[in-house]
């Protein structure tokens, strides 16, 4: 039994499920750089909200860590446990930098984002 995630819309108070909403991904420019913005939006007034933040260092961190992971899977099996351990070790370190590095990018832009027109093909960033 799995129990829905219900999302309260605090723009129009729509209450809907999130498995209801697609996730989607937008470059936006901010402060002269392009992230990519990973959102969904309320069904009824479009609010976007907001699941993270990437740039380049994120998608470097991000193939760092799968590289850990595929060392891991490559070496399972294997009878050096020392050797597996230091390995799950550089992929625990990898996933924590690149969690940490995440926060820190989402909260230096802890602004909001908004459709820049009715048409949906722009969205910008308001601090």
């Known amino acids: ?6 999302i309260y819309c605090d723009e129009c108070d729509k209450e809907f499920p999130l498995v209801s909403v697609q996730i989607q991904e937008s470059d936006v420019e901010i402060e002269g750089q ?9 069904p009824k007034c479009n609010k976007i909200y907001r699941v993270s933040l990437k740039d380049d260092k994120y998608e470097q961190l991000k193939e760092d860590l799968e590289q850990a992971k595929k060392r891991i899977r490559r ?3 294997r009878n050096n446990l ?3 351990r230091t390995l799950s070790s550089m992929a625990q370190k990898k996933l924590e930098r690149l969690q940490n590095y995440t926060s820190r990018l989402n909260n230096r832009f802890n602004g909001t984002f908004t459709f820049a027109s009715e048409s949906k093909d722009k969205i910008i960033y308001l601090p």
């Open 1 to 6: 039994m799995t129990s829905e995630q219900i």
């Open 34 to 42: 392009v992230f990519r913005l990973v959102y969904f939006t309320c």
């Open 75 to 77: 070496n399972n099996g």
């Open 82 to 84: 020392e050797f597996q």
